[in-house]
């Protein structure tokens, strides 16, 4: 049974910092690409960033570009979001998602976690 359990919302004042990680457990972490996307209240779930299996190739959503980084520790099957330099617009619940397609949309992803709220207040 695949399992996928994020941690490190919170609430945080504009301008500050938090790391959110993710903790995979019931498959070949390796062999996953790994998202992280994020839904507002009122919005859809958009894609904020990606990684690739291997950890070689990333890429992130232009809101956040500069900002959010994103690696991985195969060894810990684990994920992170560093999320810098935070908005308001921030603000939205943070999913991790592993899929075998290195790819921007939902759908390519096929196990996703419960979520972590990221709350910035301006």
């Known amino acids: 049974q695949v399992q996928l359990v994020e941690s490190g919302g919170g609430l945080v004042q504009a301008g500050g910092s938090l790391r959110l990680s993710c903790a995979a457990s019931g498959l070949t972490f390796s062999n996953y690409a790994m998202g992280w996307f994020r839904q507002a209240p009122g919005k859809e779930r958009e894609f904020v960033a990606r990684?690739?299996?291997?950890?070689?190739?990333?890429s992130y959503t232009d809101s956040v570009k500069g900002r959010f980084t994103i690696s991985r520790d195969n060894p810990k099957n684990t994920v992170y979001l560093q999320l810098n330099s935070l908005k308001a617009e921030d603000t939205a619940v943070y999913y991790c998602?592993?899929?075998?397609?290195?790819?921007?949309?939902?759908?390519?992803?096929?196990?996703w976690g419960q979520g972590t709220q990221v709350t910035v207040s301006s």
């Open positions: 998602a592993a899929g075998l397609i290195y790819g921007r949309a939902a759908h390519d992803y096929r196990y």
């Open positions: 990684i690739s299996g291997t950890g070689t190739l990333s």
